[in-house]
């Protein structure tokens, strides 16, 4: 079973600084690796998608890079409504299962 | 307008049952797998359950393998699942979400409150 661990489980910023989130898998996950923005009291949406994708209306402030077993979701300039958790997801080949990792809050410093 | 919306969410006793429904609308339902993720109170995402597009495969979480079946109805855009013998950490919100059998979950439901508890 791939594990995924998330750092900082907290990140404490102020608007207009450059936010780095880090997602480490206990095994290679080729470049499948999406991540998700939660804020309190909603679902989940999905941001990011093969590891460096925007899905659609996702502004490009976000990025994501990495592969294999690294991978890194930027802000590049925080705006209030980015204050949120953050999650990777992974998924395992065979059969399909689908991992979380525990999540990283971004918060108002 | 393309939308998940989850229902069915209650109180339950330990060891017992319940269904839940998310039903679809704004896109062509039977193409796509669809998903079942939970979150506890105040913890982090769970995957529980895929279903592919036409039904014919169906994946489980280990946490819920052989206690809850997920299954669709393509005929009314709904997906379900069936959850029996729950247990006190079952308690979450149930979130429906939409992807392909190997993408990201780009749609996801509001989520529905199943609380266990005697």
């Known amino acids: 079973e791939i594990v995924l661990k998330q750092s900082p489980a907290t990140l404490s910023l102020s608007p207009g600084e450059r936010a780095t989130l880090s997602c480490r898998a206990s095994q290679s996950v080729s470049s499948y690796l999406a991540w998700y923005q939660q804020k309190p009291g909603q679902a989940p949406r999905l941001l990011m998608y093969?590891?460096?994708n925007r899905a659609t209306g996702i502004p490009a402030r976000f990025s994501g890079s990495g592969s294999g077993t690294e991978f890194t979701l930027t802000i590049s300039s925080l705006e209030p409504e980015d204050f949120a958790v953050y999650y990777c997801q992974q998924r395992s080949n065979w059969p399909p299962t689908w991992t979380f990792g525990q999540g990283t809050k971004v918060e108002i410093k | 307008e393309v939308q998940l919306v989850e229902s069915g969410g209650d109180l339950v006793q330990p060891g017992g049952s319940l269904g839940l429904s998310c039903a679809a609308s704004g896109f062509t339902f039977r193409t796509y797998a669809m998903n079942w993720v939970r979150q506890a109170p105040g913890r982090g995402l769970e995957w529980v359950s895929t279903?592919?597009?036409?039904?014919?495969?169906?994946y489980y979480a280990d946490s819920v393998r052989g206690r809850f079946i997920i299954s669709r109805d393509n005929s009314k855009d709904t997906l379900h699942l069936q959850m029996s013998s729950l247990r006190d950490d079952d308690t979450a919100v149930y979130y429906c979400?939409?992807?392909?059998?190997?993408?990201?979950?780009?749609?996801w439901g509001q989520g529905t409150r199943v609380t266990v508890s005697s």
């Open positions: 979400a939409k992807g392909t059998i190997s993408g990201p979950f780009d749609l």
């Open positions: 093969d590891a460096s």
């Open positions: 279903l592919t597009g036409s039904g014919g495969s169906a």
